[in-house]
């Protein structure tokens, strides 16, 4: 098995497992991007009480919001190859880390993503990965 088909298996355990911290998670990081001043972010923008209880599910959740094209990499093209730019994080305990920088695709992506997947009161049982939303900016 390859590493992006290994990375894939740790995001499809993470949804199974940990569904309601990784919808958190997604939801937290947009939002927080959304409103913030700086055009570009890492994870480390979502604070610890948000991140949940497993490791990893910060990567899984931009790499997903990634794919849907919420967020895209921040960085150069240098000889045909894209580099991404990377920072050091400053949480605590994270012993110096090194983190991908992001930005929004654009305002209104990130806007319908919350729409779509506000915050709700939860329910006994969601058939769907992300739960109807009402809108998070009116």
């Not at 849907?68 to 000889?79: L, M, R, T």
Request: with cysteine; proline share 6%; hydrophobic share 40%.
């Amino acid at each position: 098995m390859n590493a992006t088909a290994n990375f894939q298996a740790a995001i499809e355990r993470e949804i199974v497992w940990k569904n309601d911290e990784f919808k958190t998670f997604c939801r937290e990081l947009v939002e927080r991007a959304l409103a913030s001043d700086e055009p570009h972010f890492t994870t480390d923008i979502v604070p610890d009480e948000v991140r949940g209880s497993g490791n990893g599910i910060a990567g899984s959740a931009a790499h997903i919001l990634k794919i849907a094209s919420v967020i895209e990499h921040v960085g150069h093209e240098h000889g045909g190859k894209f580099f991404p730019e990377k920072v050091i994080s400053t949480r605590e305990g994270r012993n110096a880390a090194h983190l991908c920088v992001y930005r929004l695709t654009s305002a209104s992506i990130a806007r319908e993503f919350l729409r779509r997947h506000g915050r709700t009161s939860p329910a006994p049982l969601q058939t769907e990965f992300f739960p109807p939303a009402r809108p998070a900016f009116a």
